[in-house]
């Protein structure tokens, strides 16, 4: 069992760009969240996916948006990039109401 | 969602026990806690979770006294291993509901 996996590890951006991140949950899980951790700080909620739409939403701007497949993977966009937005994206997976969460290893985006 | 009260850091040495303790004042009757685990540069890692009294897994032990208004996570015998950030959670999480993250207590494990 490949765990949480998520791509790409590292990547490095400019302000103004946008970015996609991908995540594949764990092999049976059907809900997948994602987390922006700022250096320092614990993990915040940005959105959380199943059954292929966004069921909640953190306090974060509409710059922010997702997808989830068929397949249960998912991806987390981000337009006009900002400096602030530097930070490891996390996602996490889940089975249904289960209430443990799975995480990756978690992408790293710098913005420059 | 309940406001959790951690410290910020923690030393401690090889073979010794650990015990962090967080205070979550307001919790709900719903709320259970639950404690992750991260390492630099890793996703948070599921340590525990409980409601009431006593559990004990593999990696850690959880203690809660009756009133709920906070809980003890307990490492035996921690290694260098066992340095890491240490989250409380409290909350109802069930049905899918979001993580809510604190600052963590970092823990320094010394040879």
């Known amino acids: 069992d490949a765990g949480v996996t998520q791509s790409p590890t590292h990547l490095i951006k400019t302000r103004g760009q946008q970015v996609t991140l991908r995540c594949s949950p764990k092999s049976g899980h059907d809900t997948v969240s994602w987390y922006q951790q700022a250096l320092g700080q614990g993990p915040q909620f940005i959105f959380q996916y199943y059954e292929e739409e966004e069921r909640q939403r953190g306090n974060f701007p509409d710059r922010f948006s997702g997808h989830q497949f068929p397949n249960y993977s998912s991806e987390l966009n981000v337009n006009a990039l900002l400096l602030g937005d530097s930070a490891l994206y996390l996602c996490?997976?889940?089975?249904?109401?289960?209430?443990?969460?799975?995480f990756g290893q978690g992408t790293r985006l710098t913005v420059v | 969602l309940a406001k959790t009260t951690q410290p910020i850091s923690m030393d401690s040495y090889e073979g010794q026990e650990v015990n962090i303790t967080c205070s979550h004042n307001n919790i709900a009757t719903n709320d259970y806690i639950t404690w992750y685990q991260q390492f630099p540069s890793q996703g948070p890692r599921f340590i525990i979770q409980g409601y009431k009294t006593k559990v004990t897994n593999e990696v850690a032990s959880l203690f809660i006294p009756a009133d709920r208004k906070s809980s003890t996570l307990s490492l035996p015998r921690v290694s260098l291993s066992d340095t890491a950030v240490y989250y409380c959670?409290?909350?109802?999480?069930?049905?899918?509901?979001?993580?809510?993250f604190g600052s963590g207590t970092r823990l320094q494990v010394q040879p």
């Open positions: 959670l409290v909350g109802d999480y069930t049905g899918r509901r979001a993580l809510t």
């Open positions: 996490a997976s889940s089975l249904g109401m289960n209430t443990e969460a799975f």
